[in-house]
């Protein structure tokens, strides 16, 4: 009877273990998690206009999120036109996932157009978008100063 009262006390000893571990090893992942979450959440994003950088409070999306993976790869240069006098736009190159919402542009913000455009507002429109950020501690007079009359080589990085 001793035998057996050792051997389930050290199943229960070893079980328990067991399950301590695994909740440590679950804690840990969860810190790691809410780390690179952190992390994201206060990356930003440059954007080099000539001899400007620009700094984007990125928004917290699927987009956002598929875009800082390609520049982790390598920054992302574009040629951008003027449009319609409230926007500069230009072709990504590649397909992001749309988030689109009905919203209405501020001057600043950072657009992603059918998948594939990205686009700096420096006025208002109101259409489906989604948002990839907002540049932040610029006036919209700054920003069509920086911006300027016609195309322009925008390069978009992680990086000043």
């Known amino acids: 009877m001793n035998k057996k009262i050792i051997i389930l006390s050290c199943l229960i000893l070893l079980f328990t273990i067991c ?10 992942e969860d810190n790691k998690n809410s780390d690179n979450m952190q992390m994201e959440e206060n990356m930003k994003l440059y954007i080099k206009i000539d001899n400007k950088i620009l ?18 790869q390598e920054d992302i240069t574009i040629e951008m036109s003027d449009y319609a006098n409230f926007e500069k736009v230009g072709s990504l190159g590649f397909n992001l996932t749309r988030n689109d919402k009905n919203i209405t542009t501020m001057p600043g913000d950072i657009i992603l157009y059918q998948g594939n455009k990205i686009t700096i507002y420096y ?23 920086i911006l300027g009359n016609g195309d322009v080589t925008v390069t978009f990085s992680l990086n000043k």
């Open 19 to 28: 399950i301590v571990l695994v909740l440590k090893n679950s804690k840990t």
């Open 55 to 72: 700094t984007v409070a990125l928004e917290n999306n699927s987009s956002v999120n598929e875009l800082v993976e390609k520049l982790k």
């Open 123 to 145: 006025d208002t429109n109101t259409w489906n978008f989604t948002k990839l950020g907002k540049i932040e501690n610029i006036t919209q007079k700054e920003l069509k100063e």
